[in-house]
């Protein structure tokens, strides 16, 4: 017993020294936030250009006392450097336990001429140091504008990406969009966030970005952002909240309606135009219902069993017991947003949605054990995913969005399969956390893919799902990728708008390939490509006379529906002649023009069965 005394007494004094001497140095681990050199202070700086104005956000790396907070943001002007917008580097505090401070500077240049591309440098601590990159022009006579999409930065995996950031260089993408969970440490997300930095600075100084926070960004393993209310799956802590939503989302355009939630909590969501899309910025976890919500005991009544507050092992008999019909999915003021969105066409051609994650329950087994619903996801509260799935479809919005460990692409539905938009969730950068498309049944028809469990199903929420692809992780691929790469699926995509003939395709890109290569694999089942008019595949019970127009070419058209004054969908259409479908019978409200309140209008106009066709002539 003493021998065994004496080697504890040991360990313990070798920790105590090692915490001392540790105390007494700063951390030199390749992924904390130290950096001493005064040339590179500043880590990375994202950016958005949207209606002529300019916004970024220079994160630097926490400065010594005596350091300048002063920082400015200068554009090449021939070989001299001119200074368009001057900060303060931000001290205010994250109010976490390390007591970490911001450590950002914010810069907004109105009347940005977007039509070249810049050169520019953030410059800081009195010219000491400088971090230089490229504003883009915006690609507005790019037939194709091309998306990268990522969730879920693991810090299983602290080492930078050289192989997905050669990728990237090579298909080079017009917009970054980052779908959440860009930080796993929880409650220090300064280093997290300097870490993203230097992992993806390389790829987004030189390119507008898009970052959404997520559960963990805002140190939460699940989120329910409940309009800001306190407690449950909540935002924990105000302060730190903000703090998070200022590093990731401040460089974005300015939001739709600015007004702070609960506990003076802020919002983001709004819209950005590259080239001839237009891009809807969701924040569909910020009013999201807390599952507390849910009379569980009455449910246990009718055989619910759940493992935690997201998880229903055993769901009741009817799925919509589980329901709850007035419960905020969206806010009424992000779908008026989506409502407003969806019917200005202004110079855009195609629309898509971005978000955290996808309106359908898209997983069936998480880390082994097979769920019957996933509170988490945006099939619940289902009448909730169905009024923001039916402002989506009346854009013919396409949906981006991540959070699910797990790559699929869904035709999702409403009342029926197909009648609605496909979504692309993408897969984890690094996915610790495997979760499985497997299901036990088939409700409807297969369709045909080399992979075994697509068609159209049913998910456990009772929601229409089509499911085209997906990527399941699987031992078996261990190595397939590369040398450390395939088991788990991690990866990234790329999704490209064809303004020209209005398609979109889809591409899903495994962690380890050389995508300059000939034979490059995407996982099995893609690329797949889709017609804008496939985001509302509802299917016509009725049509209005054909539209012969005469004036512009591209016009966009807006259906309304007399009885009930809804729009029943809004379109920028391909050419001088389009036929409207309708969903039942009465008179209609055209609108065919191009700029919102100055369109030509067409009143009480007749749906016509499916086997007549008339024509109408507009003049624009």
């Known amino acids: 017993m003493k021998k065994y005394r004496t080697i504890t007494l040991l360990l313990l004094s070798a920790l105590v020294a090692g915490s001392s001497f540790a105390a007494k140095r700063k951390p030199k681990t390749n992924w904390m936030y130290v950096e001493e050199d005064p040339a590179k202070k500043i880590c990375f700086a994202p950016y958005t250009v949207h209606n002529n104005i300019l916004k970024m956000t220079a994160q630097f790396y926490p400065l010594d006392k005596d350091q300048s907070r002063r920082a400015e943001l200068q554009v090449k002007e021939g070989n001299n450097w001119k200074t368009v917008a001057k900060a303060t580097v931000s001290e205010e505090p994250y109010n976490n336990r390390a007591q970490d401070l911001r450590w950002t500077a914010h810069f907004r240049v109105e009347n940005w001429d977007s039509t070249r591309t810049v050169a520019y440098r953030v410059v800081g601590l ?40 050669a990728n990237l260089k090579a298909q080079d993408p017009d917009l970054l969009f980052f779908s959440g969970d860009q930080s796993y440490d929880h409650q220090n997300h300064l280093h997290a966030w300097l870490l993203f930095g230097r992992q993806y600075g390389e790829v987004i100084k030189d390119r507008p970005t898009i970052c959404i926070p997520d559960d963990h960004d805002v140190g939460n393993g699940n989120l329910w952002g409940n309009g800001g209310k306190a407690g449950g799956q909540g935002y924990k802590d105000a302060t730190y909240t903000r703090g998070v939503e200022h590093a990731q989302t401040s460089n974005l355009p300015d939001p739709y309606d600015p007004t702070p939630i609960l506990r003076g909590i802020g919002v983001y969501y709004t819209s950005l135009k590259i080239g001839r899309v237009d891009f809807a910025i969701i924040e569909d976890r910020k009013f999201k219902t807390y599952v507390d919500i849910l009379d569980k005991d009455a449910l246990k009544q009718k055989g619910l069993i759940m ?75 289902q009448s909730g995913r169905n009024r923001a799935v039916r402002a989506l479809r009346k854009a013919f919005a396409f949906h981006i969005a991540g959070d699910q460990h797990l790559a699929t692409v869904i035709h999702h539905g409403i009342d029926d399969w197909n009648d609605s ?86 591409e899903c890109w495994p962690r380890g390939v050389d995508v300059t290569k000939d034979d490059a694999p995407q996982y099995p089942g893609w690329p797949i490509m889709i017609n804008q008019q496939d985001n509302y595949g509802r299917k016509a019970k009725a049509y209005l006379p054909t539209l012969e127009i005469k004036g512009m070419n591209d016009p966009v058209v807006q259906v309304i529906d007399e009885k009930n004054g809804d729009v029943v969908y809004t379109l920028r259409i391909s050419g001088t002649s389009f036929r409207p479908k309708v969903f039942h019978d009465g008179a209609y409200t055209i609108k065919v023009g191009d700029i919102p309140g100055k369109m030509k209008t067409l009143v009480g106009i007749k749906a016509l069965p499916l086997n007549k066709e008339e024509a109408l002539k507009v003049e624009l």
């Open 126 to 165: 009195e010219g000491k140091a400088a971090y230089e990159g490229s504003i883009r022009r915006d690609p507005i006579d790019k037939e194709e504008i091309v998306v990268a999409a990522f969730t879920g930065n693991s810090n299983r995996d602290r080492r930078q990406k050289p192989d997905l950031i």
């Open 307 to 381: 493992s935690r507050a997201d998880h229903v092992k055993v769901a009741p008999p009817k799925p919509s017991d589980i329901d709850m019909p007035d419960a905020p999915l969206l806010g009424k003021r992000q779908l008026k947003f989506m409502e407003d969105w969806g019917g200005n066409w202004q110079g855009v051609d195609m629309k898509c949605a971005l978000s955290q994650t996808i309106f359908a329950g898209g997983a069936h087994l998480h880390s082994g054990q097979r769920l019957a619903m996933d509170l988490d996801s945006n099939g619940w509260p």
């Open 421 to 506: 938009m496909y979504s692309f969730c993408t897969p984890s950068i690094v996915n610790y956390y495997p979760r499985h498309w497997m299901p036990l049944k088939r409700e409807g028809q297969r369709i045909e893919t080399p992979l075994p469990h697509t068609g159209e199903y049913m998910d456990g929420f009772g929601n229409y799902v089509t499911m085209h692809a997906y990527v399941n992780p699987n031992p078996k691929n261990a190595k397939k990728y590369g040398n450390a790469w395939g088991a788990k699926a991690d990866g990234h995509t790329i999704v490209r708008f064809n303004v020209k003939n209005r398609t979109i395709t889809m």
